[in-house]
């Protein structure tokens, strides 16, 4: 490398860097899900981004887009093939299948792993996203899938949404094997069926019919289809707790091939986000990857990208506030000892406080304390030094109150 070549700042294509700023909106997202989730029973559990390349390749699980186009596998130092996990849902069920004698059920976990998906980077998707991951395992009951419904419901809300913000989308994967049934499919071909019935928003609807016959399945049969027995029953359940934003769309399959059951979405209602910000359902068999015995789970993923978009939109980001409260700007070099002293008194007393070195000039030091948003400074001069009292300035207002030196503490506790 040439002296002028420098490398670039820019983040590996398709993930992000986490300013501080972008660090405090992932900290409330974290701690608005785990508010949320845990007034349903939900407990956390977490698991290293690290799975054998095997969990995704597995019969019955795999998602042939996923693992030929969009996991990022390599070969470790053993020669053992290992996959960033691209989702979570094989790992919990990994791990609910190993402890399955120990652990209590109906069994209700999160975690809020990220994930790594080589994509084609646009707004809404990028190549590594934390997901919210809820799911419920051990119960068949149709009360367990609403159950679902309406932790994503009240995530939502928890969120600041209305009702009219957004919308549950409900499918049956148990409508379409019926439908395979119906029209002879093999197993090959009725994958097919659910791979081309997701993409079908991303081609032209005349591929799309092409693709269909060549399946053996007349377009008229998967359109205009009515309302599954088991999807009145959730909607009704909905119903009765205030959930009045679901509905069924036959058009929702979901494209991994472990679901089963019903499937959902939570989809925008903003034009410019029209992507889902939720997707999950009941997978029955997917512990069977580890045992004879299947533990039926259902659940779903929610993405941080998504839901900062639909805040975004909506203007219902949070608004920035700093971790630090004191901004210690001090005269001269020589007064920093001293300083450090007011600081260690403040920082007792449990306001967050950071000192300036005096290595530039008090109108700098008063800048960077702006950049970094801190709602006030001190002055720390000699003056204050003789008199005791200082000047503490407001950044947000401009006003300035004098105080004593015992009196800092007890100012700042109440502001
Ligand atoms: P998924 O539909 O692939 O489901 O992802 C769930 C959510 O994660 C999406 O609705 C979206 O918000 C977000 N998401 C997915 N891919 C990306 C991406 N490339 N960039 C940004 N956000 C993305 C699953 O992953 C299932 N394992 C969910 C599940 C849990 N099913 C049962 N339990």
Request: proline fraction near 5%; aromatic fraction near 10%; charge should be negative.
């Amino acid at each position: 490398m040439s002296k002028k070549e420098k490398l670039s700042t820019e983040a590996y294509k398709g993930v992000r860097d986490f300013y501080p700023e972008d660090q405090a909106f992932f900290n409330y997202l974290v701690a608005t899900c785990r508010d949320a989730v845990q007034r349903f029973g939900y407990v956390e559990y977490h698991a290293s981004v690290l799975e054998p390349a095997e969990l995704y390749k597995a019969k019955g699980a795999e998602n042939e887009e996923m693992v030929n186009e969009q996991t990022y596998t390599f070969i470790d130092r053993g020669g053992r093939e290992v996959t960033l996990r691209p989702e979570m849902t094989p790992t919990v069920a990994r791990m609910v299948s190993g402890r399955r004698r120990e652990l209590g059920f109906p069994l209700r976990l999160f975690s809020i792993p990220n994930v790594f998906r080589y994509e084609r980077p646009q707004r809404g998707r990028l190549r590594e996203h934390w997901q919210l991951n809820v799911d419920l395992f051990g119960s068949k009951s149709l009360a367990s899938d609403a159950e679902l419904m309406m932790v994503a419901h009240d995530l939502m809300f928890a969120f600041g949404a209305k009702s009219s913000d957004f919308v549950i989308k409900i499918g049956s994967r148990a409508f379409l094997d019926e439908l395979a049934l119906r029209h002879g499919l093999s197993p090959e071909s009725s994958r097919a069926l659910v791979a081309l019935l997701d993409r079908r928003g991303k081609m032209p609807a005349e591929e799309f019919e092409v693709k269909l016959e060549v399946l053996g399945v007349p377009l008229s049969s998967i359109s205009g289809n009515e309302e599954p027995e088991e999807v009145t029953q959730v909607l009704q359940l909905l119903e009765d707790v205030g959930v009045g934003n679901a509905h069924f769309d036959p058009s929702i399959v979901r494209g991994f091939n472990y679901y089963t059951g019903l499937v959902f979405e939570v989809y925008d209602t903003h034009p410019e986000n029209n992507r889902a910000l939720f997707g999950g359902g009941r997978y029955d068999n997917l512990t069977a990857l580890f045992d004879d015995e299947s533990i039926s789970g259902v659940g779903f993923g929610m993405g941080d990208v998504t839901i900062r978009d639909f805040l975004a939109v909506r203007d219902l980001l949070p608004p920035y506030i700093p971790p630090t409260k004191v901004y210690l700007v001090v005269t001269d070099a020589e007064l920093v000892p001293f300083a450090l002293g007011i600081a260690h008194e403040l920082r007792t007393g449990r306001v967050n406080t950071a000192v300036d070195f005096a290595d530039r000039k008090l109108g700098d030091q008063i800048k960077a304390a702006t950049k970094h948003k801190i709602p006030f400074v001190i002055v720390v001069g000699e003056d204050e030094q003789r008199s005791g009292e200082f000047k503490v300035r407001s950044l947000d207002t401009g006003k300035e109150v004098s105080l004593r030196r015992d009196e800092l503490v007890g100012y700042f506790t109440t502001r």
